[in-house]
């Protein structure tokens, strides 16, 4: 089974300050998925990353995608109160039915002032 | 923005029960999708569904479960006797069906079996 790991699980961040969530999944895929979910909310579609190198940004989120090294990151530039949510990637793999995704736990992410 | 509907948003039941988990989801889309997420586990795939057939299942998706879209419309997930193990939120999702799309998630549904 695919297996896909986040880090950090808990991510907590003064407002302001950059860092990255990091997602690795264990076999071949071309398709990655980031998601937002606020407490007792839907899951928010924020990228979708088609191929090797494919970089999106929105905002102070930019997402990148590695398929080598099977990787993708989100980097948060200069956080506010509102990025505060649960973060998920989600990993499409290679062959399986389009819309059958594994995710990862989450990243839970708090920025405070 | 055109969003995946569930209802109802919170159900409880009594074990060995049927629930039927309903969704409406966006209206152009032909993909169609229930995934859960055990409290404090990952989200997991339960079922897709395209062409009023299943397209693929997970080890999940066992003979308990079972998925109808009944008049075009909606689209339900029915658990036949409900164990204690099935409580978890159940997200309904659905596609329209291009390369690289998103996949539009409902709000959700808390299942608590007792």
């Known amino acids: 089974e695919l297996k896909v790991e986040q880090n950090p699980l808990f991510l907590s961040m003064q407002e302001g300050k950059n860092y990255t969530i990091y997602c690795n999944y264990s076999t071949t895929s071309d398709r990655l998925y980031w998601y937002r979910q606020d407490p007792g909310k839907s899951l928010e579609s924020l990228f979708v990353l088609l191929s090797n190198g494919a970089v999106k940004q929105e905002g102070r989120l930019m997402a990148s995608l590695d398929t080598k090294a099977r990787l993708s990151t989100l980097h948060i530039t200069a956080a506010v109160h509102d990025l505060s949510a649960t973060y998920f990637c989600a990993v499409q793999a290679r062959g399986s039915t389009l819309g059958r995704l594994y995710f990862g736990r989450g990243t839970q992410l708090t920025v405070w002032p | 923005e055109p969003e995946v509907t569930q209802t109802p948003s919170h159900q409880v039941t009594q074990m060995g029960q049927e629930v039927i988990l309903r969704c409406v989801p966006i209206s152009n889309h032909l993909y169609f999708y229930w995934y859960r997420q055990i409290l404090g586990q990952k989200v997991e795939f339960l079922v897709s569904?395209?062409?009023?057939?299943?397209?693929?299942k997970s080890e999940i998706f066992d003979d308990q479960f079972s998925v109808e879209r009944p008049d075009g419309s909606n689209f339900t997930l029915k658990i036949r006797s409900t164990k204690l193990e099935d409580s978890a939120m159940y997200f309904c999702a659905s596609r329209y069906g291009g390369e690289g799309e998103k996949l539009f998630f409902g709000s959700g549904t808390q299942l608590s079996v007792l």
């Open positions: 569904f395209y062409n009023n057939e299943i397209s693929e």
